[in-house]
């Protein structure tokens, strides 16, 4: 009975990571950081960051934190396009490549001016 209950656990836990796998074929070991200000120079908390990679489906999403500092982890290879957003401020984009896998690149920072 013993192994019959593990062999239920074992596929339950299966049928929880297939479908993460699948949907993160775009994930790798990248890593991409910054901070995001105001044009005053005031750190803005709460900024989205969205990072997309090219011509791949698949978002990952960060937010800024009270500093303005944000991370994005878990970015493969390749070249990716990131927005930068909240209400009240212009959005503004940059793209950025990773040459490798493991690849960081220097922090990114980045102004944003109120709407007018």
């Known amino acids: 009975m013993r192994s ?3 062999y239920v656990a074992l596929v ?3 049928m929880l990571i297939v479908p993460i796998v699948s949907s993160a074929q775009f994930r790798g ?3 991409v950081t910054g901070t995001v200000a105001d044009d005053t120079g005031s750190p803005l908390k709460d900024v989205l960051i969205r990072a997309t990679m ?3 489906e698949g978002v990952i999403e960060e937010r800024t934190d009270d500093k303005g500092a944000w991370a994005v982890n878990g970015m493969a290879k390749g ?3 990131l927005t930068f957003q909240t209400p009240g401020y212009v959005p503004v984009a ?3 490549t990773l040459a490798a896998e493991l690849a960081r690149v220097n ?3 980045v102004v ?3 709407v007018k």
Do not use: D, Y
Request: hydrophobic residues 40%; proline residues 4%; without cysteine.
């Open 107 to 109: 922090p990114i920072s």
């Open 94 to 96: 940059a793209k950025v």
């Open 112 to 114: 944003l001016k109120k």
């Open 12 to 14: 339950a836990v299966l």
């Open 29 to 31: 070991l990248g890593r």
């Open 79 to 81: 070249e990716w396009h």
């Open 4 to 6: 019959g209950v593990r």
């Open 54 to 56: 090219s011509g791949e």
